[in-house]
Nanobody, 126 residues
Framework: QVQLVESGGGLVQAGDSLRLSCAAS????????MGWFRQAPGKEREFVAA????????NYADSVKGRFTISRDNAKDTVYLQMNSLKPEDTAVYYC???????????????????WGQGTQVTVSS
């Protein structure tokens, strides 16, 4: 069992940066792949970024590639999402997720993720 708590969301202007954090408890995340997903009002939850258990492999949605960076600190059981050059279309609730299955793979399939946080709101004004 893993509990995930996101933090770092807020209201920013277009072009600003934010760093989201996802703190895990219940067990170490060192053998788990982690991902970030987001859901805007009226839309389905979508993949943003993922990182495999070692941090050696990452994966990004095309919409955030070059602007967002996912990283992890296994010693702190924490995953981060650095978001730069934010756009109004990045506005959403951002969720952290964890998967034990195929932890070597930074997958974008949300159905593979077994544990989810409660989400943190990111609002980008134009």
């Amino acid at each position: 069992q893993v509990q995930l708590v996101e933090s770092g969301g807020g209201l920013v202007q277009a072009g600003d940066s934010l760093r989201l954090s996802c703190a895990a408890s219940g067990r170490t995340i060192s053998s788990i792949a982690m991902g970030w997903f987001r859901q805007a009002p009226g839309k389905e939850r979508e993949f943003v970024a993922a990182i495999n258990w070692s941090g050696g492999s990452t994966n990004y949605a095309d919409s955030v590639k070059g602007r967002f960076t996912i990283s992890r600190d296994n010693a702190k059981d924490t995953v981060y999402l650095q978001m730069n050059s934010l756009k109004p279309e990045d506005t959403a609730v951002y969720y952290c997720a964890a998967k034990f299955r195929r932890a070597w793979y930074a997958g974008d399939d949300l159905s593979e993720y077994e544990y989810w946080g409660q989400g943190t709101q990111v609002t980008v004004s134009s």
